[in-house]
Nanobody, 124 residues
Framework: QVQLVESGGGLVQAGGSLRLSCAAS????????VGWFRQAPGKEREFVAAITSSSSTTNYADSVKGRFTISRDNPRNTVYLQMNSLKPEDTAVYYC?????????????????WGQGTQVTVSS
């Protein structure tokens, strides 16, 4: 099976940037659609972005469109989330997960192999 490990989180001022990485073990990783999600304290986990196996299609939550970019490097078994123009409301633990097929929507129940998450804190 695939195991995912997120990294790259940290503390940044509003307007700043961070790049998150989702590193995977397993040779089948390149076949999966991968999504990024986030969960703020007291809130449900929410969809952020997703990318298909070939990078041909991406999907973004309205709240991050134009600010975040998802990409992947299959030979390196890694998916990235470039986050620019960060806002305090982006503060959350960020997780990556694989889709159950070609699914690239927002339903968290359709994703699995969740990583442990990486904390992103944006100060005002």
């Amino acid at each position: 099976q695939v195991q995912l490990v997120e990294s790259g989180g940290g503390l940044v001022q509003a307007g700043g940037s961070l790049r998150l990485s989702c590193a995977a073990s397993g040779r089948t990783f390149k076949r999966f659609t991968v999504g990024w999600f986030r969960q703020a304290p007291g809130k449900e986990r929410e969809f952020v972005a997703a990318i298909t196996s070939s990078s041909s299609t991406t999907n973004y939550a309205d709240s991050v469109k134009g600010r975040f970019t998802i990409s992947r490097d299959n030979p390196r078994n890694t998916v990235y989330l470039q986050m620019n123009s960060l806002k305090p409301e982006d503060t959350a633990v960020y997780y990556c997960a694989t889709s159950d097929g070609w699914y690239i929507g927002i339903d968290t129940k359709r994703f699995g192999n969740w990583g442990q998450g990486t904390q992103v804190t944006v100060s005002s």
